[in-house]
């Protein structure tokens, strides 16, 4: 069974960066999008960034700007690239890969921003 597996979270100051990864355990065919959310405490899940199969991306409004995801399909990665952070960039993010057959998850790597 694949798994996802995150890494790059930590604490940083506001202002700083981060640059997040998520590498696949073994291959996964038919990617349709590559996607990072996050949660913060006491708040719903959220889609921060998301790459698509025909390399279009979206972003969620607040890092715009500010956050680049990126893909790399025969690795079966993505990363995040987080620039001046927020302290309201604070939360756990999670790592997703949407297949044809089905959606995977990571388990999450915390990112703790400070004022």
Do not use: H
């Amino acid at each position: 069974q694949v798994t996802l597996v995150e890494s790059g979270g930590g604490l940083v100051q506001a202002g700083g960066s981060l640059r997040l990864s998520c590498a696949a355990s073994g291959r996964i065919f038919n990617i349709r999008a590559m996607a990072w959310y996050r949660q913060a405490p006491g708040k719903q899940r959220e889609l921060v960034a998301g790459i698509f199969s025909g390399g279009s991306t979206k972003y969620e409004d607040s890092v715009k700007g500010r956050f680049t995801i990126s893909r790399d399909d025969a690795k079966t990665t993505v990363s995040l690239e987080m620039n001046s952070l927020k302290p309201e960039d604070t939360a756990v993010y999670y790592c997703n890969v949407a297949s044809l057959y089905r959606n995977y998850w990571g388990e999450g790597t915390l990112v703790t921003v400070s004022s």
